[in-house]
T-cell receptor, first 110, second 114 residues
Framework: GIQVEQSPPDLILQEGANSTLRCNFS?????LQWFHQNPWGQLINLFY???GTKQNGRLSATTVATERYSLLYISSSQTTDSGVYFC????????????FGRGTQLTVWP | NAGVTQTPKFQVLKTGQSMTLQCAQD?????MYWYRQDPGMGLRLIYY???????DKGEVPNGYNVSRLNKREFSLRLESAAPSQTSVYFC?????????????FGEGSWLTVV
């Protein structure tokens, strides 16, 4: 399978701070997604970003496929951003056959 | 409006018992998946079904069986539960569209095997 490494494993921020989460992967992929798992366990798809840059409000993501890494930026963090952020990748035709990293646990304090 | 619905939400089993996790999606997706999540880990794929009538093994299929009953439903069966199968199980479905691949997860099923 594909190895996915995320850093940092844990991140504690004050509300309003900015952060960058990193995802490295071991092989070429044609699917990369970022997910947020809230404290209740629900998984929300943030970005589908096999290459390039996307932005959605305070979140943005960049994937450099040739160098096998992706970055998730969170600006002006809020307490509701707390949870675990997962990077997941896939290759081949079944794009939901994902390999997940261990995640970054983000805690935002008021 | 339901998305991906999985049942039961919580279950406690004794070692050796069997059970089936049910999953249904109402988004007309072709592909469906079963993942498990253990503490401090990302999700790992157990089985998937790329389309109705097909199923394939994922990373961790041992001890599980699946059935793609129709396009909407994909069930996961534990024939003889073991403590190592204590986990949170997520069903998901996906579709490939113009904006890329979108995968939707159910809310999870917490399974404890004692």
């Amino acid at each position: 399978g594909i190895q996915v490494e995320q850093s940092p494993p844990d991140l504690i921020l004050q509300e309003g701070a900015n952060s960058t989460l990193r995802c490295n992967f071991s092989d070429s992929v044609n699917n990369l997604q970022w997910f947020h798992q809230n404290p209740w366990g629900q998984l929300i798809n943030l970005f589908y970003i096999p290459s390039g840059t996307k932005q959605n409000g305070r979140l943005s993501a960049t994937t450099v496929a040739t160098e096998r890494y992706s970055l998730l930026y969170i600006s002006s963090s809020q307490t509701t951003d707390s949870g675990v952020y997962f990077c997941a990748v896939a290759r081949g035709s079944t794009l939901g056959r994902l390999y997940f990293g261990r995640g970054t646990q983000l805690t935002v304090w008021p | 409006n339901a998305g991906v619905t999985q049942t039961p939400k919580f279950q406690v089993l004794k070692t050796g018992q069997s059970m089936t996790l049910q999953c249904a999606q109402d988004m007309n997706h072709n592909s469906m998946y079963w993942y498990r999540q253990d503490p401090g880990m990302g999700l790992r794929l157990i089985y998937y079904s790329a389309s109705e009538g097909t199923t394939d093994k994922g990373e961790v299929p041992n001890g599980y069986n699946v059935s793609r009953l129709n396009k909407r439903e994909f069930s996961l069966r534990l024939e003889s539960a073991a403590p190592s199968q204590t986990s949170v199980y997520f069903c998901a479905s996906s579709a490939q569209g113009l904006s890329g691949n979108t995968i939707y997860f159910g809310e999870g099923s917490w399974l404890t095997v004692v």
